[in-house]
C-alpha cells in the first residue's frame, strides 16, 4: 500500500481552485447569469439588471449593502455581489417640495 503523501484536491484548502464562482443576486431585479472565474482574475461587470419602479444603484460585497464591489479586485473565493436598488417613485423634486410645504411655512 503507498503511504506517500497525496496533493490536496483542487480547492482543497480554498488556495488551489482553478476557479471561482461569481454569483449575482438581484433582489428582485431581472435575472444575471453566474460567471466562472480563474483564480486571481477579475470578474466582468455584468449589464445593469432593471426592476419595475427602482434604478438600479450598483452591485454591493454584502447582503447589507454597505460594500461597493469593485471589479478591479481579483476575486480568489466564490462570492455573491447583491443589487441595490433606489425607489424611483419619490424624486428630489418631490423631496424638496414636501420639505417647504411641511416644514419652511410656519
Not at 30 to 52: E, G, Y
Request: proline share 8%; aromatic share 14%.
Amino acid at each position: 500500500m503507498d503511504k506517500s503523501p497525496k496533493p490536496p484536491p483542487p480547492g482543497g484548502n480554498g488556495s488551489n481552485f482553478a476557479s471561482h464562482t461569481v454569483t449575482f443576486a438581484t433582489n428582485g431585479g431581472s435575472a444575471t447569469a453566474t460567471q466562472s472565474i480563474a483564480n486571481t482574475a477579475r470578474a466582468a461587470k455584468p449589464a445593469d439588471p432593471v426592476r419595475d419602479g427602482y434604478a438600479f444603484a450598483g452591485w454591493f460585497a454584502d447582503a447589507k449593502l454597505t460594500a461597493a464591489y469593485d471589479f478591479d479586485a481579483p476575486v480568489t473565493a466564490n462570492l455573491t455581489l447583491y443589487a441595490k436598488w433606489v425607489d424611483e417613485s419619490t424624486s428630489w423634486t418631490d423631496l424638496i417640495f414636501s420639505f417647504f410645504i411641511c416644514c419652511a411655512c410656519p
